[in-house]
């Protein structure tokens, strides 16, 4: 079962995308308040639980601001969108390796601007050497972001649930 839940704040911003497990917990802690349910149940030995789509703190917590995004391999993937940087093809975390697009053994340092997502056949075909002498280009420029879309990569376009759609484009009207 992959039904996820949408945690809003208590103002109703989006804060992330939790597990239907914690968001049982949440609402049988009475922390959250449900606003939408999935069509599917969870059933208990003496209890029938509808799954939690969309919850809602009951207070409001200021969300901690990081002035950076930290540098790991799953962030990487996030940034590049599960994509090889050499041939665009999409990938599951399984099959991606991360590749320094200056080779460290030739002083190439492990930082956002210096490693791409890459498959494994790119990145043995790459081997020791910069893209040009590779000659395989580069499909994006790598940049530190300044953020990070929410990580979990099957939620792409077309794929959120519809009931959340309205949270996430939530524009407010001060």
């Avoid at 945690?7 to 009475?30: D, R």
């Avoid at 003496?46 to 799953?74: D, G, I």
């Avoid at 050497?129 to 990569?153: G, I, S």
Wanted: proline share 7%.
């Amino acid at each position: 079962m992959n039904f996820r839940s949408l945690l809003l704040n208590g103002s109703y911003e989006p804060m992330k995308i939790l597990t239907w497990q914690k968001a049982i917990v949440l609402w049988i802690q009475e922390k959250v308040e449900v606003l939408e349910f999935h069509s599917h149940y969870i059933r208990s030995p003496r209890e029938k639980f509808q799954l939690p789509s969309v919850l809602r703190l009951k207070t409001f917590v200021r969300p901690k601001r990081k002035s950076y995004v930290r540098f790991c391999r799953e962030n990487v993937y996030l940034r590049d969108e599960y994509t090889c940087q050499y041939c665009g093809e999409i990938f599951s975390p399984k099959s991606l390796t991360l590749d320094h697009v200056v080779p460290a053994s030739k002083k190439g340092e492990k930082s956002w601007t210096n490693v791409v997502t890459a498959c494994r056949e790119c990145n043995q075909k790459k081997a020791n050497r910069t893209p040009t002498q590779a000659k395989m280009p580069l499909l994006n420029e790598p940049r530190m972001p300044h953020w990070l879309p929410f990580a979990d990569y099957e939620f792409k376009h077309g794929q959120i649930p519809d009931n959340w759609l309205q949270y996430l484009n939530m524009e407010l009207s001060f």
